[in-house]
């Protein structure tokens, strides 16, 4: 599968933002789907998953309570909404599509590239 992330944009701290990762294929529906990002000089980490249907959800502390992973699997989509934008989540964000065993964090098997998301103060 294929993953293209878009949305990102400069804006400023308080504002919303949301983030598209488009699929391809028709086995979009059946991938666990995560956001990472990666800030300038760090390293990647995790922000959100959602599993397939019914989509249960995970986030990082860092973002919980201001992001919200959706997904709408008719249009091989994923989404970011994220709100009260901080300048620590200036980032490139990225999207990938995996799997999931009971019990274990996803595996990941593809990503897509980047968008970034600047948050000015």
């Known amino acids: 599968v294929q993953l293209q992330a878009s949305g990102g944009g400069l804006v400023q701290a308080g504002d919303s933002l949301r983030l598209s990762c488009a699929g391809s294929?028709?086995?979009?529906?059946?991938?666990?789907m995560g956001w990472f990002r990666q800030a300038p000089g760090k390293e990647r980490e995790f922000v959100a998953y959602?599993?397939?249907?019914?989509?249960?959800?995970y986030y990082a502390d860092s973002v919980k309570g201001r992001f919200t992973i959706s997904r709408d699997n008719a249009k091989n989509t994923v989404y970011l909404q994220m709100n009260s934008l901080k300048p620590e989540d200036t980032a490139v964000y990225s999207c990938?599509?995996?799997?999931?065993?009971?019990?274990?964090?996803?595996?990941?098997?593809?990503w897509g590239q980047g968008t970034l998301v600047t948050v000015s103060s």
């Open positions: 959602i599993t397939r249907s019914p989509g249960s959800t």
């Open positions: 990938a599509a995996g799997s999931i065993s009971r019990g274990s964090s996803p595996t990941y098997h593809y």
């Open positions: 294929g028709r086995t979009f529906s059946s991938y666990t």
